[in-house]
């Protein structure tokens, strides 16, 4: 069966550059989100979408900002990068149809801020 | 949204049935429990959800009493791959499209 799919798996940048991850959602779910996950960390929420749409807000910096585009995928655009964003960042999907609270996470991608 | 308890860490030998107790006295009426598991450097995988009594899946056992106010999560005779953190997540409008809120989750170790 298709799963979340992220791009990259891996990325290493410098303090103060750009990046941005990509998120591609399993077929037909219609609600995306993004957490974040330091070292040792628990999961932490970042903002979600509904149809395109912003639905959620968590924890998000103002330095990021995310976008859901017509085909359902989804980036999550981070700037002035700093060394605490270093951690895996995780993309979810959910169907409409699904029980309530699930969710399905991709693999993940680890960001290194040097 | 309801704040969770749960142990920082439990250790199981193969073959036994493991109970992880959940504690959330201020669950809201509509709120629903759901438990995820997350091995190391992947993405949290979902378990079980109930709203009360009992619910049973190919996986796990997941035990809701009357009150609501605790959950316990049953994995019979765990394995070495079971090693992971179980997370006990409480909420969720009706729509089911909330946000998870992740606390501290249970480290379980299986040894042989």
């Known amino acids: 069966a298709a799963g979340v799919i992220q791009s990259p798996r891996h990325l290493i940048k410098e303090k103060r550059e750009t990046a941005t991850l990509k998120c591609y959602p399993i077929?037909?779910?219609?609600?995306v989100y993004w957490y974040q996950q330091g070292p040792g960390q628990d999961p932490q929420f970042l903002i979600s979408?509904?149809?395109?749409?912003?639905?959620d807000k968590g924890s998000i910096p103002d330095r990021f900002s995310a976008q859901q585009f017509s085909d359902y995928h989804s980036e999550l655009n981070m700037s002035s990068l700093e060394l605490g964003d270093s951690a895996l960042y995780f993309c979810?999907?959910?169907?409409?149809?699904?029980?309530?609270?699930?969710?399905?996470f991709g693999p993940g991608t680890r960001l290194t801020v040097l | 949204l309801a704040k969770t308890t749960q142990p920082i860490s439990m250790d199981s030998y193969e073959g036994q049935e493991v109970n992880i107790t959940c504690s959330h006295n201020?669950?809201?009426?509509?709120?629903?429990i759901t438990w995820y598991q997350q091995f190391p450097s992947q993405g949290p995988r979902f378990i079980i959800q109930?709203?009360?009594t009992k619910v049973t899946n190919e996986v796990a056992s997941l035990f809701i009493p009357a009150d609501r106010k605790s959950s316990t999560l049953s994995l019979p005779r765990v394995s070495l791959s079971d090693t992971a953190v179980y997370y006990c997540?409480?909420?969720?409008?009706?729509?089911?499209?909330?946000?998870?809120?992740f606390g501290k989750g249970t480290r379980l170790s299986v040894i042989a």
């Open positions: 979810a999907s959910r169907s409409g149809l699904a029980v309530p609270n699930e969710q399905f």
């Open positions: 979408f509904y149809e395109k749409m912003q639905s």
């Open positions: 997540l409480v909420g969720g409008r009706s729509s089911g499209n909330t946000p998870l809120v």
């Open positions: 201020n669950i809201a009426t509509n709120d629903y």
């Open positions: 109930g709203y009360k």
């Open positions: 077929p037909r779910h219609d609600t």
